[in-house]
């Protein structure tokens, strides 16, 4: 099993960090599955950027609720981010489709057992829905290495080392999913062993 290395935490993303290494892995090897022990609660973390989504503590969406106005659900999707091989991204491109935001990082051992079933789910709809990446917690090359070790380049991913996107959608712990429909209005946040039950969230938005 690799060691679990420490993140470096930065003056600029101080907060976000000292969650989540509060929050930790919740893994105890690389398997990620469903009989892995559950992970401790996240600690409180900064209050996220204006814009932030919110969603209900169960990571679902309320019934019956009422849709945000779609000017609340394009500011969901309005933030920017650079990808692992240099490219400028736009969340505003992620529109019209449903979306799985995947945050993760490289020396995550649940994140490691998620990949296999986060790849196969962005293969399978990958002219119907979203699926990216959110690399944090870490260096950039440390990001790169995992993407390669673990069979992840089929769908893209952000280095996101300042955090920025992390704290948009008020994400303390990696290996957390948080996933929009269409509209960019979040259907679910939270960390799915193994991946287990991606495919069914997704299929749920495509109708």
Excluded: I
């Excluded at 986060?118 to 690399?135: I, L, S």
């Excluded at 991913?157 to 959608?169: P, Y």
């Excluded at 979040?186 to 299929?203: F, I, N």
């Amino acid at each position: 099993m690799r060691r679990q290395r420490t993140a470096r935490p930065l003056a600029a993303t101080a907060a976000l960090l000292a969650a989540v290494v509060l929050a930790g892995c919740g893994g105890s090897g690389s398997g990620g599955s469903a009989q892995d022990s559950s992970p401790e609660p996240a600690a409180s973390a900064a209050a996220p950027a204006a814009g932030a989504p919110s969603a209900p503590a169960d990571g679902s969406a309320a019934p019956g609720a009422a849709s945000p106005g779609a000017e609340n659900l394009a500011s969901t999707l309005q933030f920017k981010g650079t990808t692992l091989d240099g490219a400028a991204f736009d969340g505003t491109t992620l529109a019209g489709k449903p979306t799985v935001l995947w945050f993760w990082a490289p020396w995550c051992p649940t994140c490691k057992g998620q990949a296999k079933e986060t790849a196969r789910v962005a293969a399978e709809y990958a002219d119907r829905a979203n699926v990216v990446g959110v690399a944090g917690l870490d260096r950039k090359d440390a990001m790169g290495t995992f993407v390669a070790d673990n069979g992840l380049d089929g769908f893209p991913h952000l280095a996101d080392e300042s955090g920025n996107v992390w704290r948009k959608f008020a994400v303390t712990q990696q290996s957390t999913y948080v996933v929009l429909d269409a509209t960019g209005r979040p259907t679910h946040t939270g960390v799915l062993r193994g991946g287990e039950g991606l495919a069914d969230k997704v299929r749920e938005l495509l109708g």
